[in-house]
Structures are given as structure tokens and as C-alpha cells.
Nanobody
Framework: QVQLLESGGGSVQTGGSLRLSCAAS????????MGWFRQPSPGKTREGVA????????SYADSVKGRFTISQDSASNTLYLEMYSLKPEDSAMYYC???????????????????????WGQGTLVNVSS
């Protein structure tokens, strides 16, 4: 089983930037996906923000395209989310997520990663003030 630990959240002003990190441990071998979700408040729906598969293919929510970049360092099993031009509506708890091995991953479209992300970290809070 994969364990995930996020870090890097904090408070910034509108237009600022942050980099979130997610350290993965456990069995991370095989064709898998990793990604970031966010939840503005406990009662709201968790939204898929960005995902990446083990081949490095990425997918982004329309709301963050051009401002967020997802990347991974396979050597250290660390996932990153670089966030630029932050807006108040980006404020949320950000969760790192991982999949189990995905059958036929190479034949799937990158956006399909979101539906396989089922293992969650504890979350890191991002607050963007106006």
C-alpha cells in the first residue's frame, strides 16, 4: 500500500505562488497515476486539479491550466504541484492522491488518471488572500 505525505501549503496574496510536495512511500512500482485534488471547505466537492501518469503524461482542470504545473521525481518518489498567479478561489485543502496499478494505462487518455486516484494523503491547506 502507498502512503502519501503532503507539505508546502501556506498563505499567500493574490498573484503569489506556492509549491506543494507529496512524498510517496510503500510499493510505487508499475503503471500508476498520481495527482492533486482540492476541497474548498468540508461540505464542498473535492475537485481534481492535476494528474500525471508514470509515463509523465499530464492532465489539468480547466480552472488551473496555464497556472499550475504537476511534476514528479521518480528517484525520490515525490510529486509536486507548482502554483502560480494564485487567486482567492484557489484557496482549499489540497490532497495528494495515488492510484493502484492501472491496467492498460498506456492506452488510456491522461485525463482518465483522475478516476483511478483512490489513495489519499492528509492534505495541506492553501489560503490565498485578496
Amino acid at each position: 500500500q502507498v502512503q502519501l505525505l503532503e507539505s508546502g501549503g501556506g498563505s499567500v496574496q493574490t498573484g503569489g505562488s506556492l509549491r506543494l510536495s507529496c512524498a510517496a512511500s510503500g510499493n510505487t512500482d508499475g503503471d500508476r497515476c498520481m495527482g492533486w485534488f482540492r476541497q474548498p471547505s468540508p461540505g464542498k466537492t473535492r475537485e481534481g486539479v492535476a494528474a500525471i501518469d508514470s509515463a509523465g503524461r499530464t492532465s489539468y482542470a480547466d480552472s488551473v491550466k496555464g497556472r499550475f504545473t504537476i511534476s514528479q521525481d521518480s528517484a525520490s518518489n515525490t510529486l509536486y504541484l507548482e502554483m502560480y498567479s494564485l487567486k482567492p478561489e484557489d484557496s482549499a485543502m489540497y490532497y495528494c492522491a495515488a492510484s493502484r496499478v492501472v491496467p492498460g494505462l498506456k492506452t488510456r487518455a491522461p485525463f482518465e488518471c483522475f478516476k483511478f486516484l483512490q489513495i489519499w494523503g492528509q492534505g495541506t491547506l492553501v489560503n490565498v488572500s485578496s
